[in-house]
């Protein structure tokens, strides 16, 4: 690992001024590059204290061995050196979009005598013109096949071609009228060109020409009485018209426009772009990315333009580029393409309208395409294997931890505050095993003192179900492995699940081998306090910090630091990230039961059917409050006795506080026609009563379907 201050370049040697800058590792190799407006100030950030880089930008100074720089006269100019040095050097810290599968065009190849249109992938060649992507070839074939009826184009091969020609007869598209037959001279090279070119055009959005010609030409051949070939033409109509409804009009006013959207989390992004011409979606393509190097949004649309229009020009550009984030600066950008494309190229961010809703749309596109990367990844046994043999060598384990056991705190502002335990084995979430913890030993937010708690409640809870069972090997103490090596209990198969006395799994006997905290080093150091009065000293312990990325093991003054392409990173990133999800779920399901909390709860022997009949009757609570036994009685259901406990219960209950107006201070006095929040509590989305914190009873609505997982 090299020190960045030995290959720092003096003072005053670094021009101010644009240009682009390499950094090399000490084989010569390029691994970073970057443009600046001011080289002096922009690499005078990569040497400053190493404490003060983001770990991922530390990596790169602390690999390379040396820095070079190259002057260049305005900002657009450092934007095309960037993209060619990316294109040439490849640099493994550089962040590179990779496609996620090759995207099929349609493409006409206008550089032949007589143009063929057919599918194609890969690189764009020169004097062919491409309509796409597509998401898949079968829909460019159904979409030719339609207009070869109107656009009788050549599509077959070279050698297909040549042979129709010697022989002097076509080929069968030639005899059912899909094809011109050019290779026999039924139409001249300029004829059958003519043809090709307006089937460009109408694949590039000018549509409303050719069907207004053939709607003239066809009234004039019924008026003329040639019924059969008005019939011909009739059919082309609409063989046009269903290949135009392949692709529905998203934008008015026959926009040329792609929208790109970028979805991301710390480690990976995902780009989508939609191709829009002539107001309908032409074509859509996506992108993964790895974030090698600390990376704001906007520098991703940077990134993403360079690879989309890098090798593009003329009306390959389209005349508007819309985007969730515009890069910083936006000017050079917007030259650039403004350059490739040979006029003014408007980059910006949709406010509204329909442009607004389509880029939502490819927004959502964006996110599936990075969940369904990481699933595809997660997935993978090969991966996960690797990923938990990463683990093992970070934090020094004597082998993969097989069960992993999260925790997680969350709260509102110190109120409601909940655990959760999410468990994965062998790298595949087990929801059977999730639970979930009522923080109960003090008041308040302390998220360290709540992880004691929590874990010390787990390992009780697992100790007892070992001494119950008289699972200890003799002479052996609570925390030390029953068999040799394997960390499970005496008797039993790993994976194997325990069984009580009427054959229901037990809760907490079977242990983890590595316990991860969401959190630093003050929670960590809480996890391994916990464990450590129970006597148990063979379950491993870290903590994944969300900001960094860091692994913090008990006892180190210094984070582990796994790579960023790592599968073990990303694993436990996975792991945190579930057990996040679902003690924020937990915790939002116990504040919206308090919020919906009503005094009627707290009659005894008054059920939700006649809850419900008493807030239809009243209207409110506070209603209710103000009324007579004789008037409580005349809902149906209510006798004089259980009247009269409502009537006891709702005086000695204290009533809502008013609200208070926040801009004014005025104390809002409600009527009595207004309920409450309490009012409600059966008219909130969901079924009436429903106990999402109870396993086996409904789940709330918006809740996910995490029943299994208990409370303790």
């Not at 309920?675 to 709330?700: F, I, L």
Request: glycine content about 8%; overall charge negative; charged content about 30%.
């Amino acid at each position: 690992m090299a020190d960045p201050s030995s290959y720092r370049p003096k003072p005053g040697q670094i021009p101010d001024s644009p240009g682009v800058y390499r950094f090399r590792d000490e084989h010569r190799r390029v691994i970073y590059v970057g443009k600046a407006k001011s080289l002096r100030q922009r690499l005078a950030n990569y040497f400053q204290d190493l404490a003060g880089l983001h770990p991922r930008t530390r990596t790169m100074v602390t690999t390379a061995a040396s820095v070079e720089w190259t002057v260049v006269s305005t900002e657009v100019e450092a934007l095309q050196l960037e993209y060619s040095w990316i294109k040439e050097y490849d640099p493994r810290f550089n962040v590179k979009y990779r496609d996620d599968k090759s995207y099929p065009y349609l493409a006409v190849t206008m550089n032949e005598e007589y143009p063929r249109v057919q599918v194609m992938r890969g690189q764009k060649r020169k004097g062919v013109r491409y309509f796409g992507p597509y998401g898949h070839a079968w829909a460019i074939r159904d979409t030719v096949d339609l207009l070869l009826r109107v656009f009788p184009v050549r599509t077959c091969s070279a050698g297909v071609f040549k042979n129709a020609a010697r022989t002097g007869r076509p080929c069968l598209l030639g005899y059912i009228g899909k094809c011109s037959a050019p290779c026999v001279g039924r139409v001249s090279a300029e004829e059958h060109r003519d043809l090709a070119d307006e089937f460009s055009d109408f694949m590039a959005g000018r549509t409303g020409t050719y069907i207004r010609r053939l709607e003239q030409r066809m009234t004039e051949a019924a008026e003329e009485m040639e019924y059969e070939r008005a019939a011909r033409l009739r059919d082309d109509v609409e063989a046009l018209r269903k290949a135009m409804e392949k692709s529905a009009v998203v934008l008015a006013d026959a926009t040329d426009a792609d929208l790109i959207a970028v979805a991301e989390d710390e480690l990976e992004a995902a780009v989508q772009i939609f191709h829009v011409r002539g107001g309908r979606v032409r074509g859509q393509r996506g992108w993964v990315t790895d974030k090698v190097e600390e990376i704001t949004t906007g520098a991703l649309v940077e990134h993403a333009l360079q690879q989309l229009y890098g090798e593009e020009k003329g009306d390959s550009v389209p005349k508007e580029v819309l985007v969730p984030a515009l890069p910083d600066p936006v000017e050079p950008v917007q030259e650039w393409l403004a350059e490739r494309r040979g006029s003014g190229v408007s980059l910006r961010i949709p406010q509204r309208g329909d442009k607004k809703a389509l880029m939502e749309t490819v927004q959502r596109n964006a996110q599936h395409s990075l969940v369904l990367h990481k699933t595809k990844r997660a997935s993978d046994l090969t991966t996960r294997s690797r990923a938990l043999e990463e683990i093992a060598e970070a934090l020094d384990l004597d082998s993969a931890p097989l069960r992993i056991e999260c925790y997680d705190i969350s709260h509102l502002q110190g109120d409601d505050v909940v655990a959760s335990m999410v468990v994965f084995e062998d790298g595949l979430q087990r929801k059977s095993e999730y639970r979930r913890f009522q923080i109960k030993g003090f008041e308040g937010q302390d998220d360290v003192r709540s992880m004691h708690e929590v874990i010390g409640r787990r390992f009780k809870r697992y100790i007892a179900e070992k001494e119950k069972t008289g699972e200890w090997a003799d002479g052996q103490e609570p925390g030390q492995e029953a068999g040799p090596g394997t960390g499970q209990e005496i008797g039993r198969e790993p994976g194997e699940e325990l069984k009580d006395d009427e054959g229901r799994p037990k809760r907490f006997a079977y242990p983890p081998q590595l316990v991860v905290v969401d959190g630093g080093q003050p929670q960590v150091a809480a996890a391994q306090r916990a464990l450590d009065e129970l006597g148990i000293d063979d379950i491993a312990v870290c903590g994944l910090a969300k900001r960094l990325e860091e692994v913090w093991v008990p006892g180190e003054d210094d984070p582990v630091i796994l790579p960023r392409t790592s599968e073990g990173l990303y694993l436990l990133q996975r792991v945190r990230d579930e057990a996040h999800r679902f003690a924020i779920t937990y915790q939002r399901v116990k504040r919206a039961k308090r919020f919906r909390a009503s005094p009627l709860d707290d009659v005894p022997g008054l059920g939700e059917t006649r809850k419900q009949a008493l807030i239809k009757h009243f209207g409110s609570v506070k209603k209710l409050r103000s009324a007579t036994i004789d008037q409580i009685r005349e809902v149906p259901g209510i006798g004089l006795k259980t009247a009269e406990t409502i009537a006891v219960a709702l005086a000695q209950a204290a009533p809502a506080a008013p609200a208070v107006n926040t801009a004014t201070g005025e104390i809002m006095d409600y009527t009595a026609d207004t309920p409450d929040a309490s009012d409600t509590a059966d008219t909130q989305d969901g079924a009436p009563g429903t106990r999402a914190d109870v396993p086996g009873e409904p789940v709330a609505a918006g809740a996910p379907d995490e029943r299994r997982g208990q409370e303790t």
